[in-house]
Structure formats: C-alpha cells, structure tokens
C-alpha cells in the first residue's frame, strides 16, 4: 500500500492535469463523502451552525454543476474560516461527530482555496481530509485496515474517470 506522502505526491500530480471543471468535481466528489456521515451532520447542525450543515449538503452539487463564481467561493471561505467550536469542550460521546466535522470544514476549506489559487496541492489537501478521516476510523474504531487502501484506489480511479468524461457524484460513495 502507498503511504499518505506517496498518495498525496501522486494524486497532487495528476490533479495539475486536470481542467478547473474537473478538479471542481473532484472537490464536490471529496466533500461528498462527508455529507454521507450522518454523526459530523447532525453535529454540525446541533451544536455548530445549521447554515454550515446547508452549505456542507449543497456544496457538492454546486461545484459538481459549476454554479460558484470566485466571489462566491470567496464567501464560502469566509463563512467556512469562521466557524469554529471549541473540539476539547465537546462531550466524549460526540467527540468523533465533532472530528468529522472538523475534517468535512477542512476539506471544504481547501477544496475552495485550491479552486480559488488554481492550486493542485490545496486541492489534494482537500481528497487526503477524506482519508484522514477514513485512517481515524481506523485507529479509534477499528475499522479495516484495507478500507484506507480502497480509499486510495478510489480516488485515483475517480481521477481517471475524470479525465474521461464519465464519472459521476455518487460513484464509490
């Protein structure tokens, strides 16, 4: 299995070759894996901001169809960086809802800055929050192993799907 510097040396590389249409899918695809967990959601919308919850569920489908301009983004960004919870004060038994949300923001933030610079390694940034989350599945929840190595498949499959034109939102989520 490729380790997280590999993937992410790999996967920025073949980002630089994709079109602003694709790597805005690729985001919306990255963030989409997150609106699925149903625990960071519901946290997001109980103990944070119910706005950031509609956002986080829309998002996706925005940049999947291209419907955000730079001033937009530039909006999301700011509504993004400023929420903020204190992640220590939260209750043990919402702890790992509290980091999925922490990890969907962080994937939001860079997916947005990545489109925003035109910068791959943002964008990478963006997909490796999506398998930061699966490797903390992994190590407090026992998960398998192998599902961060499917995580990893999956990516650079959707990155080939991409670039040719078939992929869709959903696919492997």
Known sequence: MENPTEHANKMRKEIENLSEPQRAKFIAWCIFYFTKDVDAMNFISNHVDKRITKIARNLPYELWDSKLDKFQIKTLLDIISRTDWRHEDVADKDEDASQGALDLLASIQAGLQ?????????????????????????????????????????????ISLLKSNSATLDWGR
Not at 123 to 148: H, Q, W
Request: hydrophobic share 35%; glycine share 4%; aromatic share 12%.
């Open 114 to 158: 990545g489109l925003l610079d035109n910068s791959a390694a943002d964008i990478t940034d963006c997909a490796m929050n999506v398998s930061n989350r699966i490797d903390y599945l992994i190590n407090f929840f026992g998960n398998p192993e192998s599902d961060l190595e499917k995580e990893y498949t999956k990516q650079n499959n959707f």
